[in-house]
């Protein structure tokens, strides 16, 4: 396995305020990261695929303005949820990805759940 | 595009019996991987088994079992002996190496072991 530490756990914030999410890759490094989000009792749906260094590439759907992803070093990658909405509460979860671990299994954080009053 | 398809929103079992959940993809590649993830209360992605689509040997991991039918884009996950830790969700999903290892996921099936 892989280990993978998400913080905060949970979240709870105002409407209109921003929101950091940390997601560190702790025994390898993350090349390529996966950022999911999961709806209650949904499915997980890929939002965005950053490589180290890049900028991301957002599925249809995901406003990159409003979800920010950073993934400026090789074991952490930042998602920031901008004037986040109500609409915006959701479980949040990375999946970071390296060769060292192999390409063809992915790992995941222990997620984050967001709140937004 | 690829597609997973889990039609058991919901199963039960009784512990030490046996449960088949099913999943079924539809692609035109052919180096793919499968994958069962279980998600428990804890809401943990945790790897319970993958197949290697040019691999015939169907992929066995203690209690965790798969049938997999390549022509009939079938893959289906064989719990033996199921214990109440076993309760959770589990989701299907599906891999190709040229998706650059994106993840697609079925609606998964909630499956509860009933002491």
């Known amino acids: 396995g892989a280990v993978v530490s998400q913080h905060p756990s949970r979240v709870i914030c105002k409407s209109g305020t921003s929101v950091k999410i940390e997601c560190r890759s702790l025994?390898?490094?993350?090349?390529?990261m996966f950022w999911y989000r999961q709806f209650p009792k949904q499915s997980l749906m890929l939002m965005a695929t950053?490589?180290?260094?890049?900028?991301?590439?957002?599925e249809q759907g995901v406003e990159k303005d409003k979800f920010l992803i950073n993934h400026a070093s090789l074991t952490l990658s930042t998602l920031t949820v901008t004037s986040a909405h109500p609409e915006d509460s959701s479980f949040y979860i990375c999946?970071?990805?390296?060769?060292?671990?192999?390409?063809?299994?992915?790992?995941f954080g222990p997620g984050t759940r967001l709140t937004v009053l | 595009a690829q597609t997973v398809t889990q039609s058991q929103p919901e199963m039960s079992v009784q512990e030490a019996e046996t449960v088949t959940l099913s999943c079924t993809y539809d692609?035109?590649?052919?180096?793919?991987?499968l994958f069962w993830y279980k998600q428990p209360p804890s809401r943990q992605m945790i790897l319970v088994i993958r197949?290697?689509?040019?691999?015939?040997q169907n992929a066995t991991e203690n209690r965790f079992s798969v049938n997999f039918q390549k022509a009939a884009k079938s893959f289906s996950l064989k719990i033996s002996d199921s214990q109440l830790g076993d309760t959770a969700m589990y989701f299907c999903?599906?891999?190709?190496?040229?998706?650059?290892?994106?993840?697609?996921f079925g609606e998964g099936t909630q499956l509860t072991v009933n002491p």
């Open positions: 999946s970071p990805q390296g060769a060292a671990k192999g390409t063809d299994t992915q790992y």
């Open positions: 025994d390898f490094q993350a090349t390529t």
């Open positions: 950053s490589n180290e260094g890049s900028k991301a590439t957002y």
């Open positions: 692609t035109s590649e052919s180096n793919y991987y």
């Open positions: 197949q290697e689509a040019y691999k015939q």
């Open positions: 999903a599906f891999m190709t190496k040229t998706s650059g290892s994106r993840l697609t």
